[in-house]
């Protein structure tokens, strides 16, 4: 457990010293905070809205950017110590391979999560001291279940860069292979599900337990079923509105989506050849 974490503070502190976290953190908040403000302007006004009309387009920008941002933060992680010369070096040390792995892991998802708190952590500061009429208990709330989800987002796509990292040998084939799971998951899978909703004659009760199929959309949904209102399903979630998703198990499933390809990249990597 002290290599794991040994591997993670050295994660942590290479993304403190390559800015990563202000950087992540400053995009965030700013994007963030216009959204917030210009959520009036398709009626033509400025300023702040509601809150869950906010909080539906602070989650919608999070499924576009974390997991980018994850996936370009860890897709070399393992690849590039390779081709740098200095995964045999690592292995030398008295650490096992899923302690290496796993403290990576630890590293570059603190570095995601201290980056996003920061983020959406301003953006909430400035809706409560800048928008009128706002229940700040309700918006502390849904902000930081935005940023616990979003986390756990991020999470998800840094594990699916690991996979992909102990699975190539080379760094261009694994940014290659990281956007092809962002388009897969950010765009591909909702627009495949809408052709779906589309072809469906009648019934269709089980189509919403599809959405569970991609983490992104569960990461919607975690979002939107604190909210009542129509307007807080969007999109594909649409077809959502009047199934009875738990809060509590759509974050289980969520781990769960952290745990399957981070536990096959450690599989995986017991048998690498560095």
């Known amino acids: 457990m002290n290599a794991t974490l040994i591997v993670a503070r050295k994660e942590f502190q290479d993304g403190l010293r390559n800015r990563w976290v202000l950087a992540i953190a400053l995009i965030l908040a700013a994007l963030a905070v216009g959204i917030a403000w210009f959520g009036a302007a398709a009626s033509g006004g400025m300023g702040f809205t509601s809150l869950a009309t906010t909080v539906v387009s602070l989650s919608t920008l999070a499924v576009f950017l974390i997991p980018l941002i994850a996936l370009l933060l860890a897709y070399d992680a ?27 892991f630890l590293g570059h998802g603190l570095i995601l999560g201290a980056a996003t708190a920061l983020g959406f952590g301003i953006a909430g500061v400035v809706i409560a001291f800048g928008a009128e009429g706002v229940d700040i208990a309700q918006l502390a709330s849904s902000m930081g279940l935005l940023i616990l989800s979003s986390v756990l987002l991020g999470w998800v796509f840094i594990a699916f860069a690991y996979l992909i990292s102990v699975w190539v040998s080379e760094k261009a084939r694994a940014a290659g292979l990281a956007l092809g799971v962002w388009f897969l998951f950010v765009l591909v899978f909702d627009l495949g599900l809408l052709a779906l909703l589309v072809s469906v004659q009648g019934g269709g009760d089980w189509l919403p337990w599809l959405l569970l199929l991609n983490p992104t959309d569960g990461f919607r949904l975690i979002n939107m079923v604190g909210f009542d209102s129509a307007q807080a399903y969007t999109g594909v979630t649409a077809i959502a ?11 289980l499933v969520l781990i769960g989506w952290i745990l399957a390809p981070l536990g096959l990249a450690i599989l995986r990597f017991r048998h690498h050849s560095a």
């Open 78 to 104: 393992v690849v590039g110590e390779q081709e740098a010369g200095t995964l045999l070096l690592l292995l030398t040390y008295p650490l096992s391979r899923t302690s290496l792995l796993l403290g990576k």
């Open 241 to 251: 509105q009047d199934s009875a998703f738990h809060l509590g198990w759509l974050v």
